[in-house]
């Protein structure tokens, strides 16, 4: 895709920046990267859910708000409540969505199974490849989260595993895709120089450059087309006014959240609740677009 040649060249540049801008800088920058680009890519799931959903076509706009609002509240209690559990579906879930959203446009043949199989093993290995490089830094969140220690020792030897499936499927879609087969050399060179920033880059600046980089803006390409048919920059226009509003909103939820825990022990796990919670939703809302895309 050719949003992806943008995003290689846009990569090479955070790695300039990575050699001349000190950490704390990186670290801020990420955190303005995430909390702009990757909340406005999902500021428009209430436009997209009438789309994706045609029993929800005629629902109210504040109805289609209320309802996306309480699924966000239930995996907010859920992740407060039950957080080992929530973790580990959260990374799950968004491993999919991030392989779902990579792959969707290359992989349009063949068995399901498979193909879930690839985009979700895909995203694991992204997860795993961020998580092996900043081992020291995820164990410490993960154990400020569950207030359970936990060690990821264990990650080479999933990564292997994940590695041989990969490859294995890889090697089947080669046979069966005609667009993966001709996607197939590019999209290594991606992996290569995804791997060489999350190696040499701090866990914040290296999850942003691939959340928004690989992930978001990608994301909001394929939501414009979704929504108005074509990628220009009238309904880049038109996607951004209507997501502006919604992203402000969060943007404000999420200041006066810090106000009013931010002295608190446990502020990390509820400021993590809170955006994973609003990322269980999103997943499903881009899941079903995709499926009505294809039909």
């Known amino acids: 895709m050719k949003i992806y040649h943008y995003s290689i060249v846009l990569s090479f540049v955070t790695l300039w920046l990575n050699s001349y801008i000190p950490s704390q800088g990186l670290y801020l920058l990420g955190l303005f990267l995430i909390l702009s680009f990757g909340i406005i890519h999902g500021a428009n799931d209430i436009v997209i859910i009438p789309n994706a959903h045609k029993s929800l076509k005629n629902k109210p706009l504040i109805k289609l708000i209320g309802i996306y609002l309480t699924v ?43 193909k ?26 993960i154990t400020d989260i569950t207030k359970v220690p936990i060690t990821l020792d264990f990650l080479q030897y999933l990564l292997l595993g994940i590695g041989i499936i990969l490859i294995a499927l890889g090697f089947y879609f080669f046979k069966t895709t005609t667009h993966f087969k001709t996607q197939l050399a590019e999209q290594i060179l991606y992996l290569l120089v995804l791997t060489i920033i999350f190696r040499v880059s701090d866990l914040i600046w290296a ?77 499903f809302v881009i899941n079903k677009m995709f499926k009505q895309s294809s039909s």
Not at 107 to 112: N, T, V
Not at 125 to 135: A, D, R, V
Request: contains cysteine; hydrophobic residues 55%; glycine residues 4%.
């Open 116 to 141: 879930f199989i690839f985009e979700f093993c895909y995203g694991c290995l992204i997860f795993g490849l961020i998580f092996m490089f900043h081992q020291t830094e995820v164990e410490k969140i």
């Open 72 to 114: 966000v509240l239930c995996f907010a209690l859920f992740f407060t409540f039950f957080p080992s559990i929530a973790i580990i579906l959260f990374i799950l879930f968004s491993a999919y969505h991030f392989g779902e959203q990579h792959w969707h446009n290359i992989i349009q043949e063949g068995s399901k199974i498979p």
């Open 207 to 283: 999850f942003s450059i691939y959340f928004v980089l690989w992930h978001s803006i990608p994301s909001l390409n394929d939501q414009i087309h979704f929504i108005y048919g074509e990628v220009n920059k009238s309904n880049i226009l038109k996607y951004l006014k209507k997501a502006f509003w919604y992203w402000v909103i969060s943007i404000i939820g999420l200041v006066v959240f810090y106000l009013l825990f931010k002295d608190t022990r446990i502020f990390e796990a509820l400021l993590f609740s809170f955006l994973a919670a609003i990322t269980f939703p999103h997943v």
